[in-house]
T-cell receptor, first 114, second 111 residues
Framework: EAGVVQSPRYKIIEKKQPVAFWCNPI?????LYWYRQNLGQGPELLIR????????DSQLPKDRFSAERLKGVDSTLKIQPAELGDSAVYLC????????????FGQGTRLTVV | GEDVEQSLFLSVREGDSSVINCTYT??????LYWYKQEPGAGLQLLTY???NMDMKQDQRLTVLLNKKDKHLSLRIADTQTGDSAIYFC???????????WGLGTSLAVNP
């Protein structure tokens, strides 16, 4: 069974440019998460979806970040415009249900803003 | 608010046991987790324990939970070089069902 797939693996952009990350969760997983992980830190939740509904986006900086999960499957996370401080690894995870004991993580997209 | 704390570094010799410690503040924690992150990789769930348990063993891994002291530990027996990674402690509560993460413990295994 394929795991959580993210693309691209790496992205380098200049500040003020837009960038988008894509996530394909494990088939059948209703819950999808986007996390940001800075160097030397634990993951920080940005947004959590239950099917196509965002049930927790309180940590998403809505002035520049947006996310969508059309049809409750794949998801994209966008930053526009990117700032230097957005450099981090963006992780996508999915779980079968919201209360599931296990969330499966993708390998992440390492974003560098120069 | 909820908080999870871990020591940042641990160095052991190959073949020794490693013990990684974690403390948390949320008294309503329901599940506590240990995740492993290797360089350039995503997070891999190693094991988890339900808050009404005090021990869980899975092959070389032993998780101990002291709910009174809000202390969680992960013991890795016969530590191998392939165990070198960052280990994250995380907890979730029935109240908000959010994962609260520690900063991670970097385990270095020396030959």
């Amino acid at each position: 069974e394929a795991g959580v797939v993210q693309s691209p693996r790496y992205k380098i952009i200049e500040k003020k440019q837009p960038v988008a990350f894509w996530c394909n969760p494990i088939s059948g997983h209703n819950t999808l998460y986007w996390y940001r992980q800075n160097l030397g830190q634990g993951p920080e939740l940005l947004i959590r979806y239950e099917n196509e509904e965002a049930v927790d986006d309180s940590q998403l900086p809505k002035d520049r970040f947006s996310a969508e999960r059309l049809k409750g499957v794949d998801s994209t996370l966008k930053i526009q415009p990117a700032e230097l401080g957005d450099s981090a690894v963006y992780l996508c995870a999915s779980s079968l249900v919201l209360e599931s004991t296990e969330a499966f993580f993708g390998q992440g997209t390492r974003l560098t803003v120069v | 608010g909820e908080d999870v704390e871990q020591s940042l570094f641990l160095s052991v010799r190959e073949g020794d046991s490693s013990v990684i410690n974690c403390t948390y503040t949320d008294s309503s924690s329901t599940y506590l987790y240990w995740y492993k992150q290797e360089p350039g990789a995503g997070l891999q769930l190693l094991t988890y324990i339900f808050s009404n348990m005090d021990m869980k063993q899975d092959q070389r891994l032993t998780v101990l939970l002291n709910k009174k002291d809000k202390h969680l530990s992960l013991r890795i027996a016969d530590t191998q070089t392939g165990d070198s990674a960052i280990y994250f402690c995380a907890e979730t509560s029935a109240a908000n069902r959010k994962l609260i993460w520690g900063l991670g413990t970097s385990l270095a295994v020396n030959p």
